[in-house]
């Protein structure tokens, strides 16, 4: 499953850089762009466990970023 989300009070690129590597490293995820332009993340990962990982992506973004917030763009 792929889904995109938006990242809102992202502010700085660096940041961003280092959400999306540390969120890459998780068990699960196939693909994951923090994209600062945009504030944007788009994750992928299996199905079964996708609420899991999106769930420990948004743990990593709040220590990386308190203010960062993700929401669901569905």
């Known amino acids: ?17 280092k959400m ?3 969120i890459g490293k998780l068990e699960g995820v196939s693909y994951v762009r923090v994209a600062f332009l945009t504030q944007k993340l788009t994750l992928e990962a299996d199905d079964a466990v996708f609420e899991k990982v999106l769930a420990k992506a948004k743990k990593i973004i709040k220590k990386i970023e308190p203010d960062c917030r993700v929401v669901d763009r569905d």
């Open 1 to 17: 499953m792929r889904k995109v989300f938006a990242l809102e009070e992202l502010d700085c690129a660096h940041g961003a850089a």
């Open 20 to 22: 999306e590597e540390a």
